[in-house]
């Protein structure tokens, strides 16, 4: 299934005016009598072609964060302060982009049966996290994770129908590989961009089949392919892997090998997550990588994930022209499931931590008020 939506307010509108012309036009005025035009013999005058205006720049910001899961230990506060209450504080910066994404940490589901392999399973109830993700302005989330089963097929199947009921996409999972590997299509303002998302964690039993459900495993040969084909169709590609090793700052060689191959073939950026706290960002040719963005609105009380960022990426004319990372505080004891931004010495320090991180290969973060900001110079 290939999904193309619309989002935001702007293309309803068009679709509006749309709709208000071609009720005007319906009705046509009577034609009336033009008078006949009087000859007359003029020299001929050179009357210089106009130059049509240059189309205004199309330009799109892409927003995205790290693990979301708004279940476990959150679940108390959750029901006192509601859904909502997680992205109260990061409002302001995800407003600003017409495309968030996050990574989606476990199913939305009531029902289905406990993995039994695994020490942590987790679930969220569909009817409160998914229209509360959309409030927030989620449009597009990756399925390609080692939670996307922790309930089974029939927990994957009701988060799918959850995000399908909130108008949300989402990319990485589905009923058998194909499925899983299939790209999500938006078109933002006549710019289309696509999404995929590979997870290379275990447990195995979690990567789709030819025949069953689960998430796209990252091979090299599938994200070639994938990104190459989907780039035949959208300006812009975007490519989430689920990799690396929890809490670690160090990547593994095959993070640098499957980030360069996506970027090779077409992709535009690339998002990571799994280890739950920052990686470095790696510009390469054309294109940004993020390692690892983090946590984001994760219910855990984790003394490891303490700091995060919220990536805005901006392109123009499909052409990925800045990205700014605004530092976060996502300790729980400290935010209670509610992710702030930080400011003042506290930003600094977490933007010397990402300049030095990303120094490491080869990529100069400048500090922007407190946030770290990479431009596309196209050198
Ligand atoms: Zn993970």
Redesign the pocket.
Known sequence: MILIRQVGGRWRLLVTLFGALSVSCATPPAPRSMPEATPEVQAPVSIPTPIPAPAPPKEIRIAAVG?IMLGGTATPELRKFGYDYPFEQTQGILKQAQIVFGNL?GPLTDGGKPATSKQYVFRSPPEKVAPALSRAGFNVVSLA???TLDYGPEGLADTRAALDRAGIGYAGAGRNLAEARRPLYMVVDGVTVAFLAYSL?FPEEFWAGVDTPGTAFGHERFVRADVKAAREKADIVVVSF?WGQEGKTELRDYQVQLGHAAIEAGAAAVLG??PHILQGVERYRHGVILYSLGNFAFGSYSNTATRSAIALLTFRDGRWQELRLFPLNVKNAEVVFQPRALAGPEASQMVGHLQQLSLQHGTVLENHDGSAVLVNDGG
């Open positions: 693990d940490e994770n080692n939670h964690t689920h997550h799994h």
